[in-house]
């Protein structure tokens, strides 16, 4: 008993001076922090510095918070003498102050806004009001300001200012921006952005209105990258159903990934008859296995619920329809992907 | 059924509004406006060409077609017949918006909105104009900048629009700028505004009716936005402006202002007397009910209901959402007031595509509501639900099974199934409708006292 309460004894010293070892440990941790950070920002500061010395010294840290350093790395952003590099350096690292500092938010907005800013200042305007956008600001109080900003990039020189103007806009249910993608899709002299930018932009606003313009382009000869965007855009047209659904016809001869496509937004517009639209398509054999096992994994994932078993169960037992059967069939085939998932699919379904 | 009753009660409608007491609500008893009636006799007026195109709109008229229809009314300048020619085609189900996307039918009808602020308002337009400003969707601030502007042109009542305009006012409410006088808008905008900016013109002009707006106005006065606002200068001075306009003697003082008498506006249709209730069957349609069963309206038989509509996806708080927490609280208020035996309650999806019985279950339950045998939530075929609205002229259109305008409606029918009277455009009283469905349920049929006394 004696030893029990002396090993209970010393082991509770040992945690205790562990325990103090592990806060001085951790208090010294800190304050060596501090210190590399104090030096970095000093050599950051130093105008005898290279730019590049300069810029590497502050790279491992990504904010600042101490009030002082946060002026003096604001009158750094401000000064248009200053090296852009580093005023990029120093905008970086006030992240938390474009939305707390109207001066700041409004100056990362002007130069966001001019194209004649240099190029790399200018990129990291955008990430910072980008950012804001979604912050507790740009929701209420500087929304506008942010609206306005973009809604001047969408006139931008530059293409990716433009997407990036189109792109916040659209989201954020802007009726003139995107009746601006439509007069550019319709007219494409007028088109501010290229034809696949605007059809995956537009479809963001989960509009039915932009149906009928995107539907033009998912037949025209414009490259599979247009008609992909086309397709995943017209999942809920009802006029494009059909032109979707021959998209899988192995016959048309479209590309394996222009098919998958297709696969995808059929089983996302129209789950419960897809086994029904996709049933054909498994039935050729010339069908590259990544539809096959893409279309039964989707159908697997359905069935594998217990609502839609229950549906599909009569007297205890599972009735299977066309489209299980046909699975079955490709149990032994000769590929050994399609053969295994076939196999799963059985066994997942109590088929056997 | 819409256009008849509504003319029915034409004749009877400004008495009622006289007899009407405060501590009531006023019930505001509007005339369906009659297109091809309005512009009869116009040949010789400069606009019927306008007029035409306007009342013959549908949904496959050319949308630039109608802006510049309504474009020349404005040339034109205030006119009673432009008014009521543009107040006609506000209607959420009218056939103008059926077979446009949501996008352009809301185009539309905000152009047309914001239009009555130059032509001039008619007492029917009203119901549209509170709807919109009360039943707001923070995502669509040039409809609500467009109601504003349409609230500042009438002549009448504008004292009762001032509760629903000032709190857009507060600073928090976001704005953005817009453009009410371009249909088809291109940025820089050429008459750029804001919402706020309407709604402060709004209240200008209806000068020393807004006394209840001033408290808000000082305070924005004092309030200092931000000095990177663009919109900032312009606001100021309208705030001023406002501000001299319902004050020009500047002896308003904090606390003083007297409150809006009447808090809240009812459009409600005046009752129907038993023998005046159109004799028609109800809908035969076979529905799906939230426990996944078969519906028909004969479930009802012998017993009065209460029918409202929702969609589940709606993405205004402000409509359906609320739709739905008060008819969770009229079954509470029938369960407490034992009338769970004697009537019945259903909603109807919009969205049939979309809101099958386990998600109208879900919807309901997640809100609250108990789902008690009286309560109905319906679904069913995409075709036979829209048969529905069409047979009972309810305020909604699609396109591509999606919805593009709604209104808020409930409908109450009496024991045979017989429309009795139709709250619109607004969220009803519960205690008025537990009273009407009372009185229904105690309604005897063939009681020749009862007519004597309705009559």
Redo the contacts between chains.
Sequence with gaps: MRSIIIILVLSGIANLSFAQQTQEDYQREIQEYQQQRQEAVRVFLNPNRSVAERVRALEPYALITDEKLIQQFKEIVYNEQERERIRVAALRRLDLQVERD??L??YV?TILRNPETPKVLRREALDRFSRVSFSTFG???????I??TF??L??DPEQEYRLQGFSYLVQN?D??A???LARGLENPEEALLPVKESISILSL?G?????PVIYKYLNKNQGDAVREEAIRALG???EARKDIIDILETERGESESLRLVAMGVLNASYPREFAEIVTPTLRNKETPASLFTYAVQAELYRRDNNNERSRKFQDNRYVPDEFDRLVLEYQNSESVQVSNLAQRYAKRLNFN | MKQSLFALLLVVCFACQERNTPSEGVRIILPQLDCEQLITGTESDSNHAAYQLLCEATGATDQYAIAQAVDQLKVAGPSQTAAAVITSLLPEYHSLYRGRGPREANRLRTYLLAALGTVGVPEAALPYIVAELKHFNPQNKVLIAAAARAAGALTDRQALIVPYLSPYLEPGFPDEEMDLDEYNAFYPFEHPTYLKLEVLRSLQQTGTSAQAALSILHRVKASKEPSIYTRRAVLAEAVTAAITAIDPQGEWVAGTESPPTIEELYFVEEWLPLTERPDRPLPTVELESHRGQPFTFNEFEDKPFAMTFYYSSCANFNKCSMTVSKFRDLEQLVAEEGMAEEVNLCAITLDPRFDLPIRNHDYFVNRGGELREFMHILSGEEERIFQLFDELDVGVAHYEGEVVLHDIELILFDKKGRMVRRYSNTHWNEVQLIEDLRRLAQEDMVSSVQLSMEN
């Design positions: 109207s001066r938010f409004a907005g929701m209420f109080g500087g929304k506008d300001e609206i306005s809604r001047e969408t006139k249910n009726d003139v995107q009746q601006m606003a509009s039915a209105d932009y149906f809920r047209y009802s």
